[in-house]
């Protein structure tokens, strides 16, 4: 069992930076792909990023060059660097670790808000 915590949401003005953390408990975490996912209101659940096990990422069209995803195995967290936010990036950001069907884990969510 795989428990994921998000944290680092909060609101920031448009242009502005934010880091989201995700911090998983449990084990073989190295093994996982993790991936952040975010949904606004009224919108379905649109995926942002994910980092695989040996590094390989991909990225959203919507966010490319402007996030990046990072993992730090040692201490089983993985971050989202958000740069150059817009108000269009306001979700709810929730983080995902994906190893298997049966073990397939999500994030409570953190809250970003982007606004003037």
């Known amino acids: 069992q795989v428990q994921l915590v998000e944290s680092g949401g909060g609101l920031v003005q448009p242009g502005g930076s934010l880091r989201l953390s995700c911090a998983a408990s449990?084990?073989?975490?190295?093994?996982?792909?993790m991936s952040w996912f975010r949904q606004a209101p009224g919108k379905q659940r649109e995926f942002v990023a994910h980092m695989d096990r040996f590094g390989s990422t991909n990225y959203a069209d919507s966010v490319k060059g402007r996030f990046t995803i990072d993992r730090d195995n040692a201490k089983n967290t993985v971050y989202l660097q958000m740069n150059s936010l817009k108000p269009e990036d306001t979700a709810a950001y929730y983080c995902r670790g994906y190893l298997s069907s049966a073990n397939d884990y999500w994030g409570q969510g953190t809250q970003v808000i982007v606004s003037s």
């Open positions: 449990g084990s073989f975490f190295s093994a996982y792909t």
